[in-house]
């Protein structure tokens, strides 16, 4: 038997999308959502007059700015799957209810696209939904560029170490760097 020399940094159950999981500073803000709701870990903008949050939106356009990412899935209030199993786990987030952006700082996000470590997060305008590109990419159709936010860290996948890029979506870090 010999003796171990190599540590190897593995990201164990890393949480799930809008847990906020690196002790570092962080700013959320409270916003009040539009009769639609939405989903944690989907990006948000407001009503720059109203302050009223829709999923989604082009940030600059309809006197909408940037609300954020929808984070804290154990605190917030959600919706069951359906009637019949009212309490079961989600992360949608009920219609017209207060809940918590963040706007600065590091939480687990869902990214369906191959990524790397340094990647620019973008968002679908229509859904909220996240995904990412690389840093001097063309912003595809349909997408806008979460203001100052990179993909920061990838856990583990199938078992291996935590490395610098993932040939399949899944669960990343992302860091909001700057936003007022």
């Known amino acids: 038997m010999t003796f171990q020399t190599t540590v190897t940094n ?31 870990g989907n990006v948000f903008t ?17 006197n909408k700015v940037f609300a954020g990412i929808a984070v804290l899935p154990k605190q917030e209030p ?13 992360l949608i987030l009920e219609p017209n209810s207060q809940v918590a952006m963040m706007t600065f ?16 997060v973008i968002y679908n305008t229509t859904t909220g939904a996240l995904a990412s590109m690389a840093p001097n990419a063309s912003l595809p159709g349909g997408y806008a560029q979460v203001p100052s936010c990179l993909v920061y860290g990838i856990p583990g996948f199938a ?5 610098d890029a993932s040939s399949e979506g899944g669960l990343a870090i992302i860091r909001l760097t700057s936003q007022a």
């Open 159 to 163: 078992g291996g170490p935590e490395g």
């Open 10 to 40: 593995v990201l164990l159950n890393l949480g799930v999308p809008g847990d906020i999981i690196l002790d570092e500073p962080h700013r959320i803000q409270p916003v009040t959502l539009d009769g639609t709701g939405g989903s944690i």
């Open 78 to 90: 959600h919706f069951g799957s359906g009637a019949t199993d009212p309490l079961s786990a989600s």
């Open 105 to 120: 700082g590091s939480c687990v996000a869902n990214i369906p696209n191959a990524f790397k470590v340094g990647d620019v």
């Open 46 to 62: 407001k009503d720059a007059t109203t302050g009223i949050a829709t999923q989604g939106g082009a940030i600059g356009s309809g």
